[in-house]
């Protein structure tokens, strides 16, 4: 190519030319080009409504209201419904406690199975060998699931892609297989007979305990969602390598978020074998736990606050009465409602409810 | 343009080489980097300009040389790491939070507490006129926009040294010249800019200095007008 046209393509001065002179320049920007990176379609922008600011009020009114309904519950119902919200409670601490870590990085989770059967056992044994209280062995359970989640999290978190997913499915079969294999503590695949609760009233311990543990997973969703350590694992969702970028520390945000969400499952587990009265591996370490968890996020919303409580009082409610109508064809049917969720609300029931302008955009949702 | 220069140079990059299995990227690599000023990084595509960026920020790892950001030694350092020394950086194509409002974009990576962080974020967004779409998700935003809310991204971390990969691509005149204002804004804050763009009437308008990368190596460094001047950098654009 000539020189001439070399000297078109640098045109230049022989020092920097000054730089647009005078304040913020007042043409209006462009409202929307279609060049746009982002594939995703969203929606569009509206003003949040003046409540949005007081949902934190509302959240504390409602939780009190709800919490003080379920304290009286036991004292005016059957214990079916005592029971059947005890699988509520649970569900609702399994799903909010898998979108702590999941819904709000990214990084899908298969290893609630394996806490939650890990706790079952530590507080089970805790029992059994008549080691320390039962309402600390619940505690010592959430510890010990926490514990084991800091110790495979440190490695698995520091990298990105599927390893965090296949390790966490390996973690529930390896943890079944050394519960299976040692007998001497464990009694293997036999199982854990624990005390029988004949009394109503210490049956009832185990109503309470779930109790708390869902209202404390549920002050802790809002506590993150609401939060900016809760904007930076959100920033992981989006957009790992530029949240790096950024100064974010996303190994430390990831392990943080995957310690808080491993505790819930782990003392869920330990009350749950308590209330069953028997544990055995093949139950407790189920991958259903899992795929329950996960299925109720995304039907309800995963990355929100409310969606995982919506989407466990529906789909234990709805899975009750389809296994009363159908107990065979109760799993045919709950995994097909699960692909027709994913196909047709890939946001679950918050952003149903946000398409249809029902509800507003926030973060307190 | 005006400018603080010291002697000291804020960043040092010495006998840098990366590979990326059977291509060379970077060779040998060296370049000093002058505080308070505009240094331009151009080269043909594929001469490893964006390696330059994500070696320095830490997003690839060097095989073999130094970097040093006043004086110290980031070659292995991890990007928050880098980040929180004092190098900020843009992509080439924005990387916004898209699932966040621009205003959450701000505050996820402010410093201090939430409270000064959602104050600068107001300011921020003041400055390039933007507050009214603060609660607008960044992937609703226009290119243009998200470049700017990119660039005062960048300030919530109050960087000494930013690094822009292609700013000028793909945005309109007027948004160009907003993001020029913006650069200006740095250099009188006595901040120290690294620019990469294929829009050569601005490289060379605003740069002090301008480095010329082609197949991975240095092949010019000096003032734009004893760069124009080189052969070398001819033959690069033109002569192969």
């Known amino acids: 190519m000539s020189g001439s046209n070399a000297g078109d393509v640098f045109r230049l001065s022989s020092t920097p030319a000054p730089m647009p002179q005078g304040g913020v320049i007042e043409t209006p920007l462009p409202e929307r080009e279609s060049d746009a990176p982002f594939g995703t379609p969203q929606q569009a922008s509206k003003p949040l409504p003046a409540w949005e600011h007081r949902l934190g009020w509302a959240y504390t009114v409602v939780l009190a209201v709800v919490t003080i309904g379920l304290i009286i519950l036991p004292s005016r119902a059957n214990d079916y419904s005592v029971s059947l919200t005890l699988t509520v409670l649970l569900t609702i601490c399994m799903a909010s406690s898998w979108n702590l870590i999941s819904g709000f990085t990214g990084y899908v989770s298969f290893g609630h199975a394996g806490f939650f059967g890990i706790g079952a056992y530590t507080g089970a044994l805790l029992i059994y060998y008549d080691v320390v209280h039962w309402a600390l062995a619940m505690l010592l359970a959430g510890l010990m699931t926490t514990a084991i989640a800091l110790v495979i999290g440190y490695p698995t978190l520091r990298l990105r892609g599927p390893y965090f997913a296949i390790t966490m499915l390996g973690l529930t079969e390896l943890a079944r297989i050394i519960v299976t294999s040692w007998e001497s503590l464990t009694f293997g695949g036999r199982g854990v007979y624990l005390p029988i609760l004949y009394e109503r009233s210490e049956w009832l311990t185990n109503y309470y305990a779930m109790l708390i543990l869902t209202v404390t997973v549920v002050l802790l969703s809002y506590a993150v969602g609401t939060s900016r350590f809760g904007l930076r694992l959100f920033s992981i969702r989006d957009d790992e390598g530029a949240a ?107 952003a149903l409810l946000q398409r249809l302008a029902w509800l507003p955009r926030s973060r307190r949702l | 343009m005006s400018s603080t220069v010291s002697s000291a140079p804020i960043l040092v990059i010495a006998n840098v080489s990366k590979r990326f299995g059977g291509l060379q990227a970077l060779t040998d690599v060296s370049l000093t980097i002058k505080p308070g000023q505009i240094t331009g990084v151009i080269g043909p595509n594929g001469s490893g300009k964006s390696t330059l960026f994500n070696t320095v920020t830490g997003i690839v790892q060097t095989d073999s040389g130094h970097i040093r950001f006043r004086d110290v030694e980031i070659s292995h350092a991890a990007p928050d790491h880098i980040n929180r020394l004092g190098i900020g950086r843009t992509f080439q194509l924005t990387r916004l939070f898209g699932q966040m409002t621009a205003f959450e974009n701000l505050v996820v990576v402010g410093r201090g507490s939430r409270a000064e962080a959602r104050e600068r ?38 960087p000494s040294l930013v690094m822009l990969d292609e700013p000028f691509a793909g945005v309109n005149p007027t948004m160009e010249r907003r993001l020029l204002e913006q650069i200006e804004r740095w250099l009188e804050n006595g901040m120290t800019v690294v620019v990469t763009d294929h829009e050569m009437k601005i490289m060379m308008d605003i740069c002090h200095e301008l480095v010329v990368l082609d197949y991975g190596e240095v092949i010019a460094h000096g003032e734009p007008s004893a760069v124009r001047a080189d052969p070398r950098v001819m033959e690069a654009y033109f002569g192969r």
Do not use: C
Request: hydrophobic share 55%; charged share 10%; glycine share 10%.
């Open chain 2, 121 to 158: 974020a107001e300011q921020l967004l003041d400055l390039v006129s933007l507050r009214h779409l603060q609660d607008e998700y960044a992937a609703n935003l226009s290119y243009g926009q998200q470049k700017l809310v990119e660039f005062i991204r960048l300030m919530m971390t109050d």
């Open chain 1, 244 to 350: 790096q970028a950024m100064g974010i520390d996303t190994t430390r945000h990831k392990l943080a978020a995957f310690a808080l969400s491993s505790f819930f499952p782990g003392v869920a587990g330990a009350i749950y074998a308590r209330h069953t009265g028997y544990i055995d591996p093949l139950a407790f370490f189920a991958v259903i736990w899992s795929i329950r968890a996960i299925a109720t996020s995304i039907l309800g919303g995963q990355g929100t606050i409310l969606g995982p409580i919506i989407g466990a009082v529906v789909l234990t409610l709805v899975s009750e009465q389809v296994w009363a109508l159908d107990p065979n064809a109760y799993q045919m049917i709950f995994g097909g409602l699960i692909v027709l969720v994913v196909l047709f609300m890939p946001g679950g029931l918050i």
